[in-house]
Every structure is written in structure tokens, then in C-alpha cells.
């Protein structure tokens, strides 16, 4: 059965996704993830995602589930940042997080055996299994774009009309067999001696295509390769000792990792140093509240998680899973007027809005009628001054 979800902007505007709708999350990004509003963190959670990759996908992947856990509850590996050289060490605050955003219904998987780097073999993979998940997406490693790679060729590379293994082509007409999902578009990893022509050509032929396409874009080469303060960061042939490396300065500037975020010196990885893993994982949640529905934008409303009171004590829907009418039942700290909808996941409502007031005494009774809609998943969305409380609904 199809997840359908929603969540609502903090500022009450939800956007309908019922066509295609341009998403770039990118370094600028990650701050955004101190205001996701709760109900599109909740969203978001809810969406089954599978995301394919090499190790550096391992590597996200274990950030997303340091994330899962309270701060004070994340083993160590999730919060180092010191580095063994100390010029690069990081302020701890970049390996800090507040609460717990559950990813249980977020799958990482490697590649396949014999077919790593191969949008053909992502796509097979999928489609076996397109129906458990409504999020989907593969990203290049930098071992795709090492020097020599034809992947950025505008003829045979990955955006040619003669390309050699899947294609930009490939990938679209997936997305386009599957309407009803959500696919992300990545540019690669980075390490720090690529910083290649190919990287850089390949990531910005990707952004391009991106925007020229309107397509869902998580730009991790553009997060790994400024560092915490915003400064881009550039391949290790530049002169400059570093440890066991000490390549001559070859004259060029190529987008690569920061130092910040590796502690190797020609590869990478995530996972010696916790910040480029965490910083990539809370772009990460940036992306999947923008999926659910989110605007972005940053409001004054402050979001529940971080401690804020909530309106409401109690919210009851019965029953659930339903076959037609849905009854709810909401209790809250005192009079106050509510707007109920009932929506997709892509925003769409799917019954007229209600608006209501509770009584003297904080309640309100209600009837949903939804016995016309097809089977699904639905959001039931209460929205009080200041709050915003939602409910899964099962329709049969």
C-alpha cells in the first residue's frame, strides 16, 4: 500500500506537488535544519525512501541514524570533531543536533554485485521493488568521476544520447513511469584529489540539467566542498603540505572535499571526523521536509520539538483504519479556533476545509466524512494559532 503523507508550512501555506516542482538542497541548506517545522520533519519520516550509493552512501547513511538519537544518547563516532590535524578541527556545534528525527523508514542500499555505478542497475533494482517505497534516488561516487571518466562527455557521458551505461535519459524516463514518486537527483561525492575536470564538469552539467528540468536536485558535492563557514574548498594539488601529502600546486582550483570534513588525504570518507557525515545527513532532512511539502521558508513560529508548550492535550480519530466516516475528538489548553483538512501527500486536499472553534471547555467533536476516497494513507491536519498537530488516516 502506497504511503501517502503531508505536512503544512509553519506559516499555513501549503504547495501542492501534483506537478513538478524544482528542489536544490545544497550547502546553503544545512542551516535550515534547526527550522524544520515539526510536522514536516513528522512528514518526512513517514516517506519510504530507498537511496543507493557506494561507501560514502554508507557514510550518510550512518549519520542519518546518529541523528535518530538524542545527542546525549549517539555513541561517540557520531560527534567527533576533533582531527588529526588540528588546523581543521571543527567548533562542536557542527556535530550538534537537537532531539531525535527518526529515518526507520529510510533503506540505504550498495550496489549490486557486478554493476556499481550503473543507472541501469539502480533502475532494475527499483523497479522490483517500486511499490514499498514513494522517495527514490542513486548517487555517483567519486570513483565515477576519477580522472579519465567519461561520465561528464556531452556525447557518450551520463547527460549524451550515446552514452555507454544508463543515462540522464534513463533516469527521467523512470521518473516519468512513476509519477507518483518522488526521485532524487544527486551530484557525486568528493574526495580530496578529486577535485577533477570530470567532477567538476560532471556537477555542474547535473545542476544545469536540474534546473532546466525542474528536478528534485540534492547537491552533495556543493555541501562537501564548503567548509562550515561557507568557503569553497579545492583539490589537494595546490602546494600545500598536509600530513603524508604534499602534492605541487598544479595551477588549478577544482571543488573538492574540506579537510573538515575527511581526515584522509586522497580519499573521502565521512566517518573519521563526524562533521561533513552530519552536516550531509541534516541537508538530508532539509531535502526530505522539502519533499513532504515544505517551503523552506523560516518563520518565527518555534517548532514543538524545541520546546515550546503545544495547544493541544489530546487529539482523537476514530476509527482508524476507517471504510467512511472518521470521527475526531480534540481536547486543548482553552478556546480556540481550528482548520481541518484532509490531504495527500502532495499537498493536495482531498475534502473541503473545516473551520471550528472547541467550547468553553478546550473540545471539539467532529465528523470527517471520507468514505468517498480511494484507499490510502492520508494526514488528517489540525491547525491551531501557533500549532500545527496531524494524524495518519487509513482509509480501506
Same mark, same amino acid.
Given at each position: ?284 532532512? *532539509? !531535502?526530505?521536509? #522539502?519533499? /513532504?511539502?515544505? $517551503?523552506? &521558508? ?8 524545541? +520546546? @515550546? ?40 486536499? *482531498? !475534502?473541503?476545509? #473545516?473551520? /471550528?472553534?472547541? $467550547?468553553? &471547555? ?8 471520507? +468514505? @468517498? ?24
Amino acid at each position: 500500500m502506497k504511503v501517502i503523507i503531508i505536512a503544512v508550512a509553519a506559516v499555513f501555506l501549503a504547495g501542492p506537488f501534483a506537478t513538478a516542482q524544482r528542489i536544490l538542497v545544497n550547502h546553503t541548506s544545512v542551516a535550515l535544519f534547526e527550522h524544520i517545522p515539526s510536522a514536516y520533519a513528522e512528514a518526512a519520516s513517514q516517506l519510504r525512501l530507498l537511496f543507493m550509493d557506494r561507501s560514502v552512501g554508507g557514510n550518510i547513511n550512518d549519520a542519518l541514524s546518529c541523528l535518530s538519537r538524542p545527542h546525549a544518547e549517539a555513541p561517540n563516532s557520531c560527534k567527533r570533531f576533533a582531527h588529526r590535524d588540528e588546523r581543521y578541527a571543527v567548533d562542536p556545534s557542527e556535530v550538534h543536533w537537537k532531539g531525535s528525527w527518526d529515518r526507520g523508514s529510510w533503506q540505504y542500499a550498495f550496489w549490486p554485485a557486478g554493476c556499481a555505478e550503473d543507472p541501469r542497475c539502480f533502475i532494475d533494482y527499483a523497479e522490483a521493488r517500486v511499490d514499498s517505497f514513494d522517495v527514490l534516488g542513486f548517487q555517483f561516487s567519486y570513483l565515477a568521476v576519477m580522472p579519465g571518466s567519461r561520465l561528464a562527455d556531452p556525447a557518450t557521458g551520463f547527460f549524451g544520447t550515446g552514452a555507454t551505461g544508463g543515462s540522464a535519459a534513463d533516469y527521467a524516463a523512470f521518473e516519468a513511469r512513476h509519477p507518483s514518486k518522488k526521485v532524487i537527483w544527486w551530484t557525486t561525492s568528493l574526495a580530496r584529489s578529486i577535485g577533477t575536470v570530470e567532477a567538476r564538469d560532471f556537477n555542474d552539467a547535473m545542476r544545469a540539467y536540474a534546473r532546466t528540468h525542474d528536478l528534485v536536485l540534492f547537491d552533495v558535492a556543493d555541501i562537501l566542498s564548503h567548509d562550515p563557514s561557507g568557503q569553497p574548498c579545492f583539490d589537494n594539488r595546490d602546494g600545500v603540505p598536509y600530513l603524508e601529502e604534499n602534492h605541487p600546486d598544479d595551477g588549478m582550483d577544482l571543488p573538492a572535499i574540506c579537510p573538515q570534513y575527511t581526515t584522509e588525504t586522497e580519499g573521502g570518507h565521512l566517518g573519521s571526523i563526524s562533521a561533513g557525515g552530519i552536516r550531509v545527513a541534516k541537508a538530508f532532512w *532539509v !531535502l526530505m521536509a #522539502r519533499i /513532504a511539502g515544505w $517551503d523552506g &521558508r523560516v518563520t518565527a513560529v518555534q517548532n514543538p520539538v524545541s +520546546g @515550546r508548550a503545544p495547544t493541544a492535550v489530546r487529539l482523537d480519530v476514530r476509527p482508524n483504519p476507517s471504510h467512511g466516516d472518521l470521527q475526531l475528538q480534540l481536547a486543548t489548553r482553552g478556546n480556540a479556533d481550528v482548520v481541518v483538512r484532509l490531504v495527500d501527500m502532495f499537498g493536495r486536499e *482531498v !475534502l473541503p476545509r #473545516r473551520n /471550528a472553534v472547541t $467550547d468553553e &471547555r478546550g473540545r471539539l467533536t467532529l465528523s470527517v466524512q471520507a +468514505g @468517498r476516497q480511494p484507499a490510502g494513507m492520508y494526514v488528517l491536519l489540525l491547525q491551531l494559532p501557533g500549532e500545527i498537530i496531524s494524524r495518519r488516516i487509513i482509509l480501506l
